[in-house]
């Protein structure tokens, strides 16, 4: 299961602050992602890279911002004006041109 | 953009029998569908995948199909064992390295 790993793995927040989700490979993969996972509505995109220092944004990107500053690592920030963030997150990286996405062991964010 | 649908939402077969889930797509330039399996708690696992030049692919117990002209592809899981049971989700490419994931099927083996 190693390659690529997220931390922590329980996150509490209080309303009003803003969290950072830790996300990190070592499988010299160029592309990775951020998903999140609420019950019943499978994986929805937040971000994604294909690059170091370039990201796009996925399909609910509000209220969330990313960096990749290194192609190791992907850390994805969930800020306060995201309304509703609890939630399980999940972070998956893939070869360029190369389809199947590996998922880390996920991050699962309450707010208090 | 794609859209996947997945159904059903729920599954509950006797063990030893077989189980199917369907998915449909929108985007007929997509040309790569996996299905990811999903332990309580865990994350998904690649279990098989597809790509546009290929109808059927087979892996032991597990097959999936695909119909391009229909836009529509299955799991097919048969002799079902207790751990087959899971969520199991389907995608499709929407190019870019992109994959747009159907809603879920979750897949209950009855002993």
């Known amino acids: 299961d190693g390659g690529i790993t997220q931390s922590p793995k329980y996150l509490f927040r209080k309303e009003g602050q803003n969290v950072t989700l830790s996300c990190e490979q070592n499988?010299?993969?160029?592309?990775m992602y951020w998903y999140r996972q609420d019950p019943g509505q499978g994986l929805r995109l937040i971000y994604y890279?294909?690059?170091?220092?370039?990201?796009q944004k996925g399909d609910i990107a509000e209220g969330y911002s990313v960096s990749r500053e290194k192609k190791e690592s992907f850390p994805l920030t969930v800020t306060s004006a995201q309304k509703n963030p609890t939630a399980f997150y999940l972070c998956?990286?893939?070869?360029?041109?190369?389809?199947?996405?590996?998922f880390g062991p996920g991050t699962r964010l309450t707010v208090l | 953009g794609e859209n996947v649908e997945q159904h059903p939402s729920t599954l509950s077969v006797q063990e030893g029998d077989s189980a199917v889930i369907k998915c449909t797509y929108s985007?007929?330039?997509?040309?790569?569908f996996p299905w990811y399996k999903q332990e309580l708690g865990k994350r998904p696992q690649l279990i098989i995948d597809?790509?546009?030049?290929?109808g059927e692919k087979k892996d032991q117990r597990i097959a999936v199909t695909l119909n391009k002209t229909a836009k529509h592809f299955s799991l097919h899981i048969t002799e079902t064992q207790p751990e087959d049971s899971a969520v199991y989700f389907c995608?499709?490419?929407?190019?870019?390295?992109?994959?747009?994931f159907g809603q879920g099927t979750r897949l209950t083996i009855n002993p």
């Open positions: 998956a990286s893939t070869e360029q041109n190369y389809n199947e996405q590996f």
């Open positions: 499988l010299n993969h160029d592309a």
């Open positions: 890279s294909q690059i170091v220092n370039d990201f």
């Open positions: 985007d007929s330039a997509s040309n790569y």
């Open positions: 597809i790509r546009s030049n290929v």
């Open positions: 995608a499709a490419s929407e190019g870019a390295q992109k994959l747009v």
